[in-house]
Nanobody
């Protein structure tokens, strides 16, 4: 059974940093690209960042580029999202997801497995 478990969310002030983690089990971690998405109340789930299987290629949504960094540790089956210079508009539930295939995916429908999400709240 595949499980993706996010952690590290919380309540912070604008300008602060947080690091999210997503621990994967039940799958061959190196066989999957990993992504982070976020969903605010009443909104769709939006792409945040993705990283390829070996960790050598990354891609970011425009709203987080330069502030967030995605990384992975294949020895720990874990993907991370370092979030710096947080803004109130970053407030959302953050989800990690796993995708098989040959290229980084940006759409939710292209991901095979999802975590349960972790809440990030940024106060002004």
């Amino acid at each position: 059974q595949v499980q993706l478990v996010e952690s590290g969310g919380g309540l912070v002030q604008a300008g602060d940093s947080l690091r999210l983690s997503c621990a994967a089990s039940g799958l061959t971690f190196t066989g999957y690209d990993m992504g982070w998405f976020r969903q605010a109340p009443g909104q769709e789930r939006f792409f945040v960042a993705a990283i390829n299987k070996s960790g050598t290629v990354t891609y970011y949504g425009n709203s987080v580029k330069g502030r967030f960094t995605i990384s992975r540790d294949n020895t720990k089956n874990t993907v991370y999202l370092q979030m710096n210079s947080l803004k109130p508009e970053d407030t959302a539930v953050y989800y990690c997801a796993a995708s098989s295939g040959a290229r980084l995916k940006l759409r939710t429908t292209e991901y095979d497995y999802w975590g349960q999400g972790t809440q990030v709240t940024v106060s002004s």
